[in-house]
Structures are given as structure tokens and as C-alpha cells.
């Protein structure tokens, strides 16, 4: 019987819907239909342009330096005037983008002795704002309640034009900040957004508050099983044949006689996003916009880029007002703001006196 | 060892590596008259690097950050303010009082010899020894440690090596002091002067190979001759003459002169100058190690 | 035969095997068991608390009271705040030991 062609392409589809419905309930069924692997997220653009060695006078080339200096506008820090929101308990606000500079020991008034990690903020600018319903992940998760937050773009480090594409600089055109070399996503509840081009600063955060740290981990390369894992190994001597640092077993036999997924072995170590959280803030040094963050085993080589925010750990949440959206500046700070149960450099000795 | 600059490179061989530095510009030559001013600061410096060994920051690159470099600075000036932590060196008599927690209300004093100096920055140590009871007892302090009440330094002076761990083998009148020594002043101006003594060590078993170390404060060891030939295996003399692994251990010579300029304006500022007790005429001391 | 060997130290109360200050340790001396606390150790210790060259150990009873009347050697302070908290976990008094020493160090 000859058919019409969008009857057959619809019995087609039906049959396609019927096979995957029962399908469904088969184990790794993720593996019968694998969503496509894209290769760069949705959002990817190239960033680095090939450099050529322009031949400019120095004259012409600080020109040329003070033309992008003119188009693009000046740091917003000021609030502005329509913004009137006020902090209240369950909202998020932005993170904040940063750099480890350095692990430093401090002391605390109970003579106990702390190691930090200093996170320098770098000159942060928001680039975009993207509101719960326009923002696409780049992996959208089927059968998720639909977005309640948004997400702000935010930039550091600022950088040469010239060294990067055009899509690239292409992104911070509408914001009219210049090109920066970190870009850095932040969900904020609508509520904390903020406008294009507005700078943050360390005094974001308060002393006292609790933060989490996400950095991406030392690349270790291609390493064995007790480094990576933890394993004991055996021993040097008393027989032991060819195996001291090895892995030993990898499973049992019987019904389930093969060798389970997710079986410790030597594997690349590193090169990781880890996220390391409630981290208290001890000190905040506000002429070089730095953090003191308690803990010396933040992820990330010194000089390397982390990203801070707000910690989500239920009991370490602030409970008082913070700056929100975030802090506008023109109060009179002194240079360091110190925790209360830090002892400061400045300070006389610590003494100890009977009770 | 090398990290406090006691072997730097040559005055030629440092012109050599500023030109490798900046290669775009080349410098003109130095007039007279700067190169002398040049000397001039380079021996304050020379000066300040003995001194305050610990402001010189650890010279591994991955480590070196110049804002938390100068952070770390300003908080050391800061109790330096506070409290006198004065000019010594491996083998000076030492007495720290610090306070206790757990003895409230009393301060605990130790003097010893300091066998070792260990660390930059705020984590700098050092480890002070002595025989109380014929008991030999080692304490390691941090200098910037806040309990700390003060650093007496009660003998002032350098010994052959620059580090005195093999006391530990030694016989225990050379770790023995007064623990009620009164301070040994010299005369203002003077140089720190060297005790050349010569430690006669126990017999073996002993905590290191002290044979291996190249000591120059030991008597000799008596050991066997095999002992001396297994040394001079694993010895590695070529060390010294390892430029690039110097000037890798070394912080480069612009940055120690920015370093130690900074804390003159701030010694100055507060008034504190390096040899403050140093007034008095020399009294022989009347109780000897 | 067993009297002029040293004290050996045969068992730690410890979760760990490893001895610390003012731990209780169990040990072999004159051909008898006994108890007695670490006072002293040859072990690298942390900042503020000193080091000593041989490893020190003072004999107790089942309940904490010293064996001997005096202790010669230099003790140190941090044993005050170990063994008061060992006092009140722990149900025997070790305190007693820091009245007959002789100094602190």
C-alpha cells in the first residue's frame, strides 16, 4: 500500500518513541543514546590571536594604547541610584575572582598558631547579567526545575586588546570594560544583580565570614597508586618480588568476576576544579585588596587564579547583613581589618594571666 | 646555607646576569662616582643580610610573590616594634622568657646556645640548647611567635660552622651554660668576634655522620680510614663552583638592596638602630661554658 | 641478670603505638612490669615544647601516684595541661607527679 510520506515518517517516529520509552528501563541507558559530546561548550570563543610584531613607532603604539584607554569607559564604583535592595536571608550574591599569592602563619589571641592563605582580589568588573530565564547552560539537565537564578559574568586581570580575537573582545563590547584575561560565571539570585561595567573589591566579604574556595588543583601528571590514592604498598625487603609500590588486588571472582568500574589504579593526578569549603576570613588587607583565608592547602599553584563566594554549608552561613549586592565603597577603612581572636602584628606580646 | 648569600657570585659575574635580565636596554656604564655610591650600598647591605637573614624570602620561584613578600615584611616590622628581637648568630648565648599557658601568670625563661637558624619570614626558627640537671635539652622557638615576652642575647658570637647540631654528640660541658648569665657586652663598633674552639665529640654511635659534614669546629674524629674514604665517595666538591644553582638559591641582588632599604627607612622611622646595648666597656666574663 | 639493662618500654596506652609526652606506657625494668608516663622525649617535638637527649619516663601505680619521692630532671610544663585533662578522662590522678618534681623547664 502506498502511503503518504508524512504518515510514514509519523508511524517512523512513533516506533522510534515507542523504542526508546522502553528502553527506559534498561540499565546504562545512558549509554544507548549518548547526548553528543561537544568538544568546546556552546559559549567557547577563541581567545588568543596570533601575535604579529606590528611595526609601529613607540610613539604611535602609546597612541594607539590611549585610544582604547578613551573608548572604553571609567570603573564604576559608585551605586547607582535606582539600586535600592536590601540583604535578607537566603539570597546569594556574587563570588569574587582572586589569586593565591601565599601561605603566611598568624596567630590568635589564645596563643594558638593559624596558617593562611592570602587571595589577592584582582580589579573584578561585571560584564554581563544574564536573568534566570535567558541563561543557557551548556549542558542543558533534562527534567531539572527550571532556573531561579542568574548569572553574572565577571572579569579580572585586565588585558591587551591586541592580543586578543574579535569575538573574544566581542564579549565585553556592550559592558564598555576593557578586555580582561579571566572570565568567571556566578549565580545570584535576580535580586543581586548588578549593572555592566560596576568594579568589586575584597571588602566584599566581612572578617568573620565563611567562604568557599574553588581552584583547580595542582597537575600531578601520570601517577601511581599510593600517591594518588593512598595506598600502603609493601614491603621494601623480607622477599617481597618486584612489588613495592603497586596496587595489589583489583577484585574478587565468582558471579561478579571482573574488574568493577571505578577500581583504583594509576591514572592522571591533578589538573582538577575543587571546591574547598567553609573557610574563615581572618584578615582583609584593603591597599592590596587581600584575603586572609584560614587553611594552607587550597587548590592551585601560588600565583594561580581561585574563584571565592559565599559558603553553602548550612551552619557556617552569615546571619547578619553583608554588602549586598555588593559594597559601594566611600567609608573610611583603615588599611587592616582583623578578626577579633587575631592577635595583630601591632599589638603587644601576648600574656597569659591567671583566671 | 647558601640561601643567606654567604657564597655570592662576584661583582662581574652580577653585571652579567642584570644584562641577561634586561636585554632590550643595554645600560650605559657606571661613572665613578655612582659605582661608588653603588659599593657604599651594596656594604649596608651586605651588613643588613647577616643581621636579618630571615627578611630575605625562600628564592624557589614557584613560591615568590612580590605583594605578599611585602605584606609579610610590614607584619615582621610590626612586632619588631613591639618587642627587641636582636642581631645573633649560630653559636651565641641566648635567653628567651615567653609566657606560658600552661603556668598563668608566669613567665618561663631558657638560655641556651643557638645550634640552629632556620626559615624566612614569619616562620622563622631557631633552636636553643643547653644541660640543665645533666639533662640535655633543645627548645625550638619562633622568632615572631606573639608569646614571647623577650630575646636577651647574653654572649654574642659566631663559631666555625654554621651549624652547631653536632653538640648533640659532644661531650656535655660544651653545651653547658649559667642559666643565670649575666649579658657579655662589647664594645660599640666592634666586629662579632669568632670562638675558634674545637668540640671534642663522644664515642660513637652518634646521631649523624659527622664525617661527611665538613666541620671545622670539631676536634679530630679518630674514626677508621674507611669512614674517611666512604666520604670522600659520596662527597660532592663540585658543588661550589655551580654557578647556576647559586644564583637559583640566591635572592638576585636588586631585590635584597630593595628589601633592606625598606626596612632601614622603617628601623629608622621607630627609632630602633642595630647595636642599641653596645655603650658599655668590655667586662671579662667571670663564668665560662 | 635483668639488673643492669635499661628500662625497655614493652606496650603504649595509646590508640596510635606511638608515645608521646605525657603518655602511659608499660615497661620492663628489673625483671618486673611496671607502669610510669613519658616526661621527656628524644623525639622532635613542636615549637615551645623542649626536647631532651634521652628518653625520660617516671614509674606510677595502677593509680597514678609516683613510685619515687623526688625527680631530678627538668620536666616540661606542657605535662600541667596533659595530664589534668588525662586526670578528668580518665578517673586516676597523674598530677601527683608535678608535685615532686624539682624544676620546669
Known amino acids: 500500500m502506498a502511503l503518504a510520506l508524512s504518515t510514514t515518517v509519523k508511524l517512523l517516529e512513533d516506533k522510534l518513541l515507542s523504542l526508546t520509552i522502553s528502553c527506559m528501563s534498561v540499565r546504562e541507558r545512558h549509554k544507548l543514546n549518548p547526548p553528543p559530546k561537544l568538544r568546546n561548550p556552546t559559549w567557547f570563543t577563541q581567545k588568543n590571536r596570533v601575535s604579529f610584531t606590528d611595526p609601529l613607532t613607540t610613539e604611535n603604539q602609546e597612541f594607539l594604547k590611549e585610544v582604547v584607554q578613551d573608548q572604553c569607559n571609567n570603573i564604576s564604583s559608585e551605586k547607582p541610584k535606582d539600586l535600592d535592595v536590601v540583604w535578607r536571608p537566603g539570597l546569594q550574591r556574587t563570588g569574587v575572582i582572586a589569586r593565591k599569592i601565599g601561605i603566611y602563619p598568624m596567630w590568635l589571641k589564645n596563643g594558638k598558631k593559624i596558617s593562611t592563605t592570602l587571595l589577592q582580589v584582582l580589579d573584578n568588573q561585571v560584564i554581563k547579567y544574564y536573568t534566570p530565564e535567558s541563561y543557557n547552560p551548556p549542558r542543558p539537565r533534562a527534567g531539572r526545575v527550571s532556573n531561579r537564578k542568574g548569572c553574572l559574568l565577571l572579569g579580572a586581570e585586565q588585558g591587551d586588546p591586541s592580543e586578543f580575537t574579535r569575538e573574544y573582545c566581542g564579549i565585553f563590547k556592550d559592558s564598555g570594560v576593557i578586555p580582561k584575561k579571566t572570565l568567571a560565571r556566578f549565580f545570584v539570585s535576580p535580586d543581586a544583580a548588578l549593572p555592566p561595567g560596576t568594579s568589586i573589591s575584597a571588602l566584599h566579604f566581612c572578617v568573620g565570614n565563611y567562604v568557599d574556595v574553588r581552584g583547580l588543583t595542582i597537575d600531578r601528571g601520570f601517577q601511581g597508586v599510593m600517591k594518588r590514592h593512598g595506598f600502603k604498598g609493601m614491603p621494601a625487603s623480607h622477599g617481597v618480588t618486584k612489588t613495592h609500590r603497586r596496587g595489589g588486588n583489583i577484585g574478587g571472582g565468582g558471579e561478579k568476576g571482573r574488574v568493577w568500574p571505578g577500581t583504583k589504579m594509576p591514572g592522571h593526578m591533578g589538573n582538577r576544579y575543587r571546591i574547598l569549603r567553609a573557610l574563615k576570613i581572618w584578615r582583609i588587607n584593603t591597599k592590596y585588596n587581600v584575603l586572609y583565608v584560614s587553611g594552607q592547602n587550597i587548590p592551585g599553584a601560588t600565583n594561580s587564579i581561585v574563584y571565592i563566594y559565599d559558603t553553602k554549608v548550612v551552619t557556617k552561613r552569615h546571619t547578619e547583613p553583608v554588602p549586598f549586592p555588593t559594597y559601594w565603597g566611600g567609608e573610611e577603612v583603615p588599611e587592616n581589618i582583623y578578626d577579633k581572636e587575631l592577635h595583630e602584628f601591632g599589638e603587644p606580646s601576648i600574656v597569659f594571666k591567671e583566671q | 646555607m647558601l640561601k643567606t648569600g654567604a657564597h655570592r657570585p662576584c661583582f662581574a659575574l652580577i653585571r652579567h646576569f642584570k644584562a641577561l635580565r634586561r636585554l632590550s636596554t643595554a645600560a650605559p656604564e657606571p661613572s665613578e662616582q655612582t659605582r661608588q655610591k653603588y659599593e657604599a650600598a651594596r656594604k649596608s647591605v651586605t651588613d643588613l643580610r647577616r643581621i636579618y637573614p630571615e627578611f630575605l624570602p625562600d628564592p624557589k620561584i614557584e613560591f615568590r610573590n612580590p605583594i605578599r613578600e611585602k605584606l609579610e615584611r610590614s607584619d615582621m616590622i610590626a612586632r619588631r616594634a613591639n618587642i627587641e628581637i636582636p642581631e645573633f648568630y649560630v653559636g651565641s648565648i641566648l635567653a628567651v622568657t615567653l609566657s606560658d599557658p600552661h603556668t598563668p601568670g608566669k613567665f618561663n625563661r631558657f638560655v641556651g646556645i643557638c645550634i640552629k637558624r632556620e626559615g624566612c619570614g614569619l616562620r622563622s626558627t631557631f633552636i636553643l640548647r643547653n644541660v640543665i640537671d645533666h639533662q640535655g635539652i633543645e627548645i625550638l622557638y619562633e622568632l615572631y611567635d606573639p608569646t614571647i615576652k623577650s630575646i636577651e642575647v647574653l654572649r654574642l658570637e659566631k663559631r666555625l660552622d654554621g651549624e652547631l647540631l653536632y653538640l648533640r654528640d659532644a661531650l656535655p660541658e660544651y653545651s653547658t651554660f649559667d642559666p643565670n648569665m649575666e649579658v657579655e657586652i662589647l664594645p660599640e663598633g666592634a666586629p662579632v668576634p669568632v670562638n675558634d674552639i674545637k668540640v671534642k665529640l663522644k664515642p660513637r654511635p652518634w646521631v649523624d655522620r659527622w664525617e661527611r659534614k665538613h666541620l671545622k669546629g670539631v676536634q679530630d674524629l679518630e674514626l677508621p680510614q674507611r669512614f674517611y674514604d666512604k666520604a670522600k665517595e659520596v662527597d660532592t666538591p663540585w658543588e661550589k663552583y655551580d654557578l647556576m644553582k647559586q644564583y637559583m638559591r640566591t635572592i638576585p641582588e636588586e631585590e635584597q638592596h630593595e628589601i633592606f632599604s625598606e626596612l632601614q627607612t622603617h628601623l629608622h622611622k621607630s627609632g630602633v638602630t642595630q647595636k642599641v646595648k653596645r655603650k658599655r666597656t668590655f667586662v671579662k666574663p667571670t663564668k665560662l661554658a | ?105
Do not use: W
Not at chain 3, 611496671?34 to 622532635?44: C, E, P, S
Not at chain 3, 613542636?46 to 601505680?61: A, E, G, H, Y
Open chain 3, 1 to 105: 641478670m635483668a639488673e643492669g639493662k635499661p628500662p625497655r618500654c614493652i606496650h603504649v596506652y595509646n590508640k596510635t603505638g606511638v608515645g608521646l609526652i605525657g603518655d602511659k606506657v608499660l615497661v620492663a625494668i628489673k625483671g618486673e612490669k611496671k607502669k610510669g608516663i613519658l616526661v621527656g622525649l628524644k623525639q622532635n617535638q613542636k615549637p615551645r615544647v623542649p626536647k631532651f637527649d634521652s628518653n625520660n619516663l617516671v614509674l606510677i601505680d595502677d593509680n597514678g601516684t609516683p613510685l619515687g619521692t623526688r625527680i631530678h630532671v627538668p620536666i616540661p610544663t606542657v605535662l600541667r595541661t596533659i595530664l589534668k585533662e588525662k586526670t578528668f578522662s580518665k578517673g586516676a590522678d597523674y598530677t601527683k607527679l608535678l608535685g615532686i618534681a624539682t624544676k620546669f623547664v
